[in-house]
């Protein structure tokens, strides 16, 4: 059994950034239904769950399928609390076997990156073809390289 | 390319373009928007509607085994629903919303499901002629334009592998069995055929929307392009079963190369859409009885994390169970 | 690709009910007798929860309670499979063709499910009971009864936790869930001495059954961390004689088993 640490068995808090943030933290009210283009240009937002009466927060699941891999995202789910969110992870997301270690997470807890700031995020690494062990073609053949 | 010089709407329609996917926080024309959270809730809502009919006969089931297969089928389905509600809420509308919107009677759900479940065959065709019908539907759609839409379906098509397959070899056992039961699998092979037909939704000219969906990379066919692939695959499996499609006017087009049925009595497929089919007010209330008679118990485990939250901070709820 | 792995399944390699019906292992009368017991509690219940699937009070616990009563049937095919191997007679000729009197379930599985809070203090007593009866049921001298045992321990280990869970959350929820889980202990305790009454079939199989009277005390401190927990108690209310281990049962039991075996009863022989 899973104890009421949300943080997985390792111990280390599951970053999410850029293309890996789940879905559902990405885009729930934080970036309104209503609003075409009101992405505004803040480069980090917190996303608020949405607050109906008695209704239970969203979390993000985190499958590790076997020992040796990460945890991937699975899907979300919605639950009380941290202890049930993990209960429900289980009986949701590894009813065919498919994990072997959970984590859940707040989706309100993930911080994204601001899929406005694309270009000042993510353009930089760009052609910088040198961190690469395929732009060095003279060494090309020799063993052991 | 830089985010920041193109416009929203560029920039969605270079995605489209591209045939790449769009993210829960690109921007999105408005249509678009509304038009996937109408279809991805409705699609939710036809799966937690849909366990009811199969849910019918969980109690009946004629085996233990049986028994174990369906209650794990209609316990997929709402997990289907659940990842289905998912994909909607990255779009702004809460799961709460959704529910309240099914059990008011504003949203839709696919009609089939207003049908009732007579016999055990009806297990057989449900998995067999829904599903399938349904798998046709979905395999496109885990190219879906929208990310999380497209991933839910990944997900549900694998589960739903065994969904046809345990349908098609329940009528196998009873087209294989007593005068009876054979009897019973071509009773509810007649009964279940035009509708699973009609869940491609009406014909193409009549599909006003389709076309949208199909420009966004929604849709990937057409109803009748689904319609016809679907009649050809069943036109087949049927003579393994050595019973038959209530159908006489099943061909081949060599032409047009699209299997073609006899026709479809969309009158009667309006009447149930619009609320008058035998099931629907039976569906929905034992819907609306689910949601309230659980309103207490979810309220209770709210007030429960609040007050955890409140009194021992994040982290420290319950020590176990105290079971161990 | 890391990406497929969180969609990755396997059908896993335990135990299945299949197993035990293809060894062709020969249970005696006695220890058939006892399976039997074991078989018609796990079906009884398991009957009774499926009703759940699609009436649950969110999505989430339609899914948990659907993975209990998945389990369960999966431990009644097992014991059954194995009570019928005595005399030639498979899962379903036991679970369809006997009758009222045949059955040996204990009153409290055939409780009706109430409303949610009654079906989790049904779970809370069944999920402890079997938790401790499993954990020495593993160690039978019958190896047939202990493999099934084995892999049983486990998942009531988890349906324990999921009726503790609740069991917490009813009980400091609100004043309504509060109010609705003391009423719900006060109608479940009645039938819950049954599941420990010793008889002479438990005492005559040794070493290879499980003494009911054994499990009571940590049955009891189980419960009572839960209750405790949850600022409850063990309700003073008095006990029911059961007498489901010798057919006699409660008023519930015909209504369900009318239902159960309705379709199978309408066509004798067929197969499905």
Redesign the interface.
Known sequence: MTGGSTTGDDGSVPVTAGSTAPDSATGGTGTAPTAAGTTAGQAVIPVAAPALAAAWPLWEVFVRSSRGLSHVHAGSLHAPDADMAVRNARDLYTRRNEGVSLWVVPASAIIASDPDAKGRFFESPQGKDYRHATYYTKSEGVKHL | MSGETMSGQEHFDALIAADARVEPRDWMPEGYRKTLVRQISQHAHSEIIGMQPEANWITRAPSLKRKAILMAKVQDEAGHGLYLYSAAETLGTPRDQMTADLIAGKARYSSIFNYPTLTWADMGAIGWLVDGAAICNQVPLCRASYGPYGRAMVRICKEESFHQRQGFEILLELANGTAAQRDMAQDAINRWYAPSLMMFGPPDEDSPNSRQSMAWNIKRFSNDELRSRFVGMIVEQVKVLGLTLPDTDIRYNEETERWEHGPLDWKEFSEVLAGRGPCNSQRLARRREAHEDGAWVREAAAAYAARQAGSVGAGAVSNETGAA | M??D????????NALR?EDIAAAGTRADRDTAAYALRLGDDA?VL??RL??W????????????L??I??DL??H??SF?SYAGSADGRT??DL??WRNETEFRSAHLVEQPNG??ARTIARQLVVS?YQ?ELYGSLQHSADPTLAAIAAKAVKEV??H???S??WV???G???A??RG?MIRALELTWPYVGELFDDDELAASLGDRAVLPSSLKPAFDR?IA??L??AELEVPAVPSAPGGGRRGQHSEHLGYLLA??Q???RD?P????
Do not use: C, K
């Open positions: 890391s990406s792995s969180a969609t990755r399944i396997t059908p896993g009910p079906l398991a009957q499926g009703w699937i699609s009436r649950a009070p969110e999505l989430e616990e339609d899914v948990a659907g993975n009563a998945l049937i999966g009644a095919r059954l899962e379903d679970a369809y409303d949610f402890f938790f280990d988890y324990r936790d999921h503790a869970q917490l959350r009813l400091l929820g609100t309504e869930s609705r189980g961390a839960v405790r927990q239902e159960m309705v379709l199978a066509h022989g067929a197969a499905w």
